[in-house]
């Protein structure tokens, strides 16, 4: 029996209720994806009727969510910043959090040119906001795993932002003695043990691209130390990190003899980045 839209989403919500804290907006999002409308055809038409195929491709898609899948998986793209990107199961999936170190990047006092390495950048999320709204600044987005690489590279070409260029390098391996005014990362800072590992979208994400050493603090504390050799005269670092570093970060920059250290936070009110300016 053919569901109307509607319809559709009643029982695709109703479905996947237990599973998922958004089951409206999954069945809403899992639905447009398959007729390919924006969201307001859903309140426009919500009497047109679903052919059999498009019931079908719906029902798999709730049935695939229903196991924890997530939805960006599922549709294969996810917004971030107003821009559509690709995404698959190689990288993260871009979260609103992250937005977070975008706004404070384009709030630092840099040079109209600026240079700016985007490090681990798995979807080239953060780069590409960042190019899209300064064209004039020259931006260098890495990631170590060859599949982000060319992740990010289709969603460069895709978007035709041209002041990204991707390339592969784990953390600065591969710069050479580049130096510029801004470096920006949201790494893998996860404690082993952290219980979120196994709950939600995290279970389907790469854990290489999420869990640190040293309670989560490994990877920071290199980007902390190696940026050094790689930041410019009063250049900065931008790092997202979990809610309960944000101490610890702002320590190993003083440490690290970083000046002007801030914490920021999230627009849940946790403190999610940490900057510092190197003198």
């Not at 695939?64 to 899948?69: D, I, P, T, V």
């Not at 390098?169 to 219980?195: C, G, H, M």
């Not at 979120?196 to 920071?220: C, K, N, Y």
């Not at 997202?240 to 999230?266: L, P, S």
Request: proline content about 4%.
């Amino acid at each position: 029996m053919s569901h109307t839209l509607e319809q559709a989403i009643a029982a695709g919500a109703n479905l996947l209720a237990s599973s998922s804290e958004s089951a409206k907006l999954d069945a809403q999002v899992l639905l447009l994806h398959i007729l390919q409308k924006p969201r307001s055809y859903l309140f426009t038409w919500p009497e047109n009727e679903l052919n059999a195929e498009q019931q079908q491709q719906f029902e798999l898609f709730c049935q695939r969510r229903l196991n924890g899948e997530p939805v960006a998986h599922i549709t294969g793209q996810r917004e971030f910043w107003s821009l559509l990107l690709e995404v698959n199961a190689t990288t993260l999936i871009p979260r609103p959090d992250t937005e977070t170190l975008v706004e404070q990047a384009l709030e630092m006092a840099v040079p109209a040119t600026a240079k700016v390495l985007d490090l681990g950048t798995g979807t080239g999320a953060i780069a590409l906001a960042l190019g899209s709204e300064m064209p004039n600044w020259q931006i260098t987005a890495v990631d170590r795993v060859s599949n982000a690489v060319n992740l990010a590279m289709r969603n460069q070409q895709r978007l035709g932002i041209n002041n990204v260029h991707v390339k592969q390098s784990d953390w600065f391996s591969a710069l050479l003695d580049e130096k510029f005014n801004l470096i920006v990362t949201n790494p893998p800072y996860i404690k082993q043990d952290d219980i979120h590992l196994v709950q939600g979208d995290v279970r389907f994400e790469p854990l290489s691209a999420l869990v640190a050493d040293d309670a989560g603090m490994s990877d920071i504390k290199q980007i902390i130390t190696q940026s050094r050799d790689y930041l410019l005269s009063s250049g900065y670092l931008l790092i997202e990190h979990g809610f309960e570093q944000g101490e610890a970060v702002r320590y190993f920059f003083k440490k690290m003899a970083f000046v002007n250290i801030k914490t920021v936070k999230d627009l849940g009110n946790n403190d999610r980045v940490t900057l510092a300016q190197w003198p």
